[in-house]
């Protein structure tokens, strides 16, 4: 890399806009940063080299001074916005309602919102802050933010940590607050530096050349931000690892057993009991919302549970053996614990039927005496052939868990029983012979019109389902952190700024020049106080000057 030397001396970097030591602007160099068109020196990042403004040759430059732009920053921030909103438009597949009809994207989609949910589904928008495309598009903006803080951190606290004291006349002219002074005495500049000092100036003095500086660390502010973000971001990546992160849903009928998804197989839950409590219909607070609902108000909604581990080897076709847990009652917003992972009662479903019992009698028999009763549990999974005591065979032919007629054809809605249909086969164990009945709610069909015998339902159980969240979620300890830390970087850039005054003899007298990143007003009003009651002029706002003499012109 080539060396720039200055006339003061020190050693430069090939780029560097100003000298580090002297802030002596260099020739070549000036279009860099916009100094060769105006009469103002641009003090952004201080004149120093950065990689991305000396280098263009190789594959790995281009790529850095790509990510190094802070345009290219902010359009990925922009694609990464307006992906974020296309997926606001229908609900995640995740907050697919607990209570449709078909949780099945590929079905809800379509049923709910028509042509444009079907287009939503296949452009894979409905599971779109995990796909991997919306993960490179995340990391993309990391690796901008990361390659922009280092292409600018580095050279700047190089540039700030060399900088001197004497400064030449050319930096100093140019700079936004310049004044020069005759005829001041060693005493008044020493009254200034002392006055400067209370103001919480740091001094540097070197041959009575004097830098004032206070508030260095408000320039790292941005930096601390871009600290902030990465880890935001990161935290976001990680969400996609089960290690870290997972989200998924557990209906569980009461009485059930069954293994919670996510874990491995290696966590079950049972469902003792699940709870409903609404509110009294003859409370005055609570009637306008029942009346504007058209039904009771819930209260509480509630599932007892048992967790139990897996203790020992699992071994495919045995039943595992099972340790507690522990157990307790998950409600709205009062979530169980346990081993990292967090249960949320997040819906129900009410009037599943879980068991029918039928009679059989003869259709004779005006007083329809039972012949025996045939009890069908299970209603997920109902056995198919049962036995009376009197050898009368039962054998359920079609079964239809959720009932409906659709174009003159029997089909079941869903698998769930919520309105359960049976074809009946009956065998008589006197003739051998076979009749078939239908069977349902409300329902009950001769297929024939000929049968000796015919069912009738005389009881049945219903049970409610309970629908919970599992979650587990070590990456929001990352969020807090990231998000304090870019709060942290947000209060040091925003209120503090880098204050600089610099007092180099010239002659008799003094060249006084000052710069800030912002709040030129408090500068000056420091630069006041220093100076009261001395020979030393106050320093001139040059870009205002400049403005104000374009604008006379015009007129």
């Not at 049923?111 to 452009?123: D, H, R, T």
Request: overall charge negative; hydrophobic content about 35%.
């Amino acid at each position: 890399m080539d060396k720039i030397k200055c006339e003061c001396g020190h050693v430069n970097p090939e780029g560097t806009v100003l000298c580090e030591a002297c802030g002596k602007p260099v020739e070549r160099n000036q279009h860099i940063d916009g100094n060769d068109k105006s009469k103002l020196l641009n003090m952004r990042y201080e004149g120093s080299a950065r990689r991305s403004q000396t280098y263009n040759r190789t594959i790995v430059d281009k790529i850095w001074n790509f990510f190094s732009s802070v345009k290219v920053g902010v359009w990925l921030i922009v694609l990464a916005l307006i992906a974020s909103g296309l997926g606001t438009i229908y609900p995640q597949e995740m907050y697919i309602p607990a209570e449709a009809e078909n949780r099945d994207p590929a079905v809800f989609y379509e049923a709910s919102y028509g042509l444009l949910g079907k287009i939503y589904y296949q452009l894979g928008l409905h599971n779109l802050y995990s796909s991997w495309w919306y993960m490179i598009l995340i990391a993309l903006i990391g690796v901008s933010l990361v390659i922009c803080s280092i292409d600018r951190f580095v050279p700047l606290r190089r540039a700030l940590k060399n900088q001197q004291p004497k400064r030449h006349s050319s930096f100093l002219s140019r700079q936004r607050l310049y004044s020069l002074s005759e005829n001041v005495s060693k005493e008044e500049q020493e009254l200034v530096v002392d006055r400067l000092k209370k103001q919480r100036y740091k001094i540097m003095n070197k041959d009575g050349n004097i830098l004032a500086e206070k508030n260095r660390f408000s320039r790292w502010g941005p930096y601390v931000n871009h600290i902030g973000l990465i880890i935001i971001l990161l935290a976001a990546i990680l969400r996609m690892t089960p290690f870290l992160f997972l989200d998924d849903y557990v209906w569980v009928r009461e009485g059930e057993q069954k293994v919670i998804p996510s874990t491995n197989g290696n966590y079950y839950i049972k469902n003792n009991r699940f709870i409903l409590e609404t509110y009294d219909e003859d409370d005055e607070k609570f009637q306008a919302a029942m009346e504007q609902k058209g039904e009771l108000t819930h209260k509480n909604y509630q599932t007892d549970v048992v967790i139990s581990k897996v203790v020992g080897e699992k071994i495919t076709g045995v039943e595992p053996e099972l340790e507690k847990v522990t157990e307790g009652s998950i409600q709205m917003n009062k979530p169980l614990k346990f081993d990292g992972y967090t249960l949320y009662q997040s819906g129900f479903q009410e009037n599943e039927f879980s068991s029918m019992t039928f009679k059989v009698y003869d259709v004779n028999d005006e007083d329809e005496t039972p012949l025996g009763e045939v009890k069908v549990e299970n209603l997920m999974s109902p056995e198919k052939t049962y036995t009376l005591d009197n050898g009368m065979e039962v054998h359920i032919n079609k079964y239809y868990p959720d009932y409906e007629m659709d174009n003159g054809e029997p089909r079941s809605v869903s698998k769930f029983p919520r309105n359960p249909a049976f074809v009946f086969e009956i065998t008589d164990p006197d003739t051998g012979e076979k009749e078939i009945s239908f069977v349902g709610i409300g329902k009950n069909i001769d297929a024939t019109g000929e049968n000796q015998y015919k069912l009738g339902i005389v009881d049945f159980e219903m049970r409610y389902v309970s629908g919970l969240t599992v979650r587990k979620d070590y990456t929001l300890p990352f969020f807090v952190v990231g998000a304090a830390i870019f709060m942290i970087g947000v209060i040091q850039g925003m209120y503090w700024q880098h204050r600089r005054v610099w007092i180099n003899p010239e002659g008799n007298g003094i060249a006084m020049a000052a710069h800030t990143n912002k709040n030129w007003f408090g500068l000056k009003k420091d630069i006041e106080k220093a100076i009261a009651d001395t020979n030393i002029k106050m320093v001139v706002d040059q870009e205002e000057r400049e403005r104000k003499e374009q604008e006379e012109q015009e007129a």
